[in-house]
């Protein structure tokens, strides 16, 4: 009876641990997403790539290790909101306009930007820039004509092509309104802020950029010397994911208020809990 016991005891402590080990490596991946996955701060795969047959279902990663960084795959919307642009025969335009893009490349929009609020941080000041010198070559009125065309399809090529070193692709670029100024001192002032607020974008454009490259090399060293402690000490990554493994099945389901987990003190799951 004693045998049998124990022998239960076995395999409730092999299906506790086989079911925190799936909490931690499973995840869900829609049809309207693409997932990348990345290990060591360095992107290793893609799934759900977008042109090609779906593959949204259940896939599982390596625990600590593997990063799942989410990607749309929907049209995603780049906005300009009451930009002044000064035209060919000298009229202060305010302009509303907008762009839709798609990620292309998932793989070098995780390197480039890190996420899509990422892409659109760095097209925001482009799309500006050449907006405004593709209108600033034309007048009032010729924006009123269908001449209006051919510069917003000259606006997308620009775009575009400066999209693509984040892995995306922009699909239509489009003015909602041009008004004229309601006042020249409120334009001034407006000018004088939409400048500020560009040059804050630029600053933490680049600040992000700069920010997705350090994590990328810290995540790189870190996984270096966590390699190196480990096979030096086989006794202490034991430890270590034990230790791992009690916060994620204690701690956490505390703090989540799920249920508790009942475990007799000599359980051979809470070996390194009692120091053995």
């Not at 499973?26 to 090609?52: D, L, S």
């Not at 899509?116 to 009032?140: C, H, K, W, Y």
């Not at 096979?231 to 493994?245: H, I, L, W």
């Amino acid at each position: 009876m004693q045998d049998m016991w124990q022998n239960y005891k076995l395999i409730f402590v092999a299906l506790a641990i086989a079911l925190v080990v799936f909490l931690l490596s499973a995840f869900v991946v829609p049809e309207e997403e693409q997932v990348v996955i990345v290990r060591t701060g360095e992107p290793k795969y893609v799934i759900n790539t977008p042109g090609g047959s779906t593959e949204a279902g259940l896939y599982v990663r390596v625990p600590f290790i593997d990063r799942v960084v989410r990607i749309e795959k929907r049209l995603l919307d780049l906005t300009m909101t009451d930009e002044e642009v000064l035209s060919n025969d000298q009229q202060r335009l305010l302009v509303n306009a907008y762009a839709r893009f798609r990620i292309t490349d998932p793989v070098r929009m995780v390197e480039r930007a890190g996420s899509t609020d990422g892409v659109r941080t760095a097209l925001q000041p482009i799309l500006n820039s050449v907006l405004r010198q593709e209108l600033g070559r034309r007048t009032f009125q010729a924006m009123l004509t269908a001449e209006r065309g051919t510069a917003l399809a000259t606006v997308r090529e620009n775009l575009d092509r400066q999209a693509r070193q984040y892995g995306a692709e922009v699909v239509d670029v489009q003015i909602k309104r041009t008004d004229l100024p309601d006042a020249p001192l409120q334009s001034a002032f407006r000018r004088m802020e939409s400048d500020r607020e560009r040059e804050a974008r630029a600053i933490r454009a680049n600040g992000e950029r700069d920010a997705v490259v350090t994590r990328a090399e810290a995540d790189a060293e870190a996984a270096r010397i966590y390699a190196q402690s480990f096979g030096k000490d086989a006794n202490f990554y034991d430890f270590y994911r034990a230790m791992k493994s009690y916060e994620t099945t204690f701690v956490n389901n505390k703090d989540a208020g799920e249920s508790s987990i009942i475990l007799a003190p000599d359980n051979e799951y809470l070996r390194q809990f009692r120091g053995r």
